[in-house]
T-cell receptor, first 116, second 111 residues
């Protein structure tokens, strides 16, 4: 199977600072990547769809100015949590699908963000 | 858009028994239905998937069935083992679009 690497796996930051999370497809080109947020004991909630070379599509209720997504290349998408607050603490996971679509989604290992 | 429901939310079975998790979806355009297993603190891992042109698929102790008319699909795990304990997510997706996940089922296999 394909490999998606997410970095960092955990991060602790101070309230008011920004944090960048990277999602890389290591052995395939991903024209589309997805960012999810997962609260404890809950499901994966889609935040946004990231398309290479264009603006991300955000789900309703997700602040685009707070969660900046950049998909500058076919193998890298980044999520920046700006001016983080304690309520942003969560598990963030990215996934990528191969260009032909309608196939398995490959997940990164996730990033546990703690804002203190 | 697509809406996926999943039942039950928690399931406890004795080791060796079978476990069944059911999902329903709303969008008739969905044609790909994967099942993911997520262990605590880890990424979801695909365990089995099914496409809309197939009614059933089996892989050793795991099977998935799909009823397109009723818009529901189910995961069947036979001869459960303690290592099957995890959270299971179903998902549905129309071709080439994002996955919509169900709320998850926490399976506990009791020794």
């Amino acid at each position: 199977g394909a490999v998606v690497s997410q970095h960092p796996s955990w991060v602790i930051c101070k309230s008011g600072t920004s944090v960048k999370i990277e999602c890389r497809s290591l052995d395939f080109q991903a024209t589309t990547m997805f960012w999810y947020r997962q609260f404890p004991k809950q499901s994966l909630m889609l935040m946004a769809t990231s398309n290479e070379g264009s603006k991300a599509t955000y789900e309703q209720g997700v602040e685009k100015d707070k969660f900046l997504i950049n998909h500058a290349s076919l193998t890298l998408s980044t999520l920046t949590v700006t001016s983080a607050h304690p309520e942003d603490s969560s598990f963030y996971i990215c996934s990528a699908i191969k260009p032909q679509g309608n196939t398995e989604a490959f997940f990164g290992q996730g990033t546990r963000l703690t804002v203190v | 858009g697509e809406n996926v429901e999943q039942h039950p939310s928690t399931l406890s079975v004795q080791e060796g028994d079978s476990a069944v998790i059911k999902c329903t979806y709303s969008d008739s355009a969905s044609n790909y239905f994967p099942w993911y297993k997520q262990e605590l603190g880890k990424r979801p891992q695909l365990i089995i998937d099914i496409r809309s042109n197939v009614g059933e698929k089996k892989d050793q102790r795991i099977a998935v069935t799909l009823n397109k008319t009723a818009k529901h699909f189910s995961l069947h795990i036979t001869e459960t083992q303690p290592e099957d304990s995890a959270v299971y997510f179903c998902a549905a997706t129309p071709y080439g679009q994002n996955f919509v996940f169900g709320p998850g089922t926490r399976l506990s296999v009791l020794p």
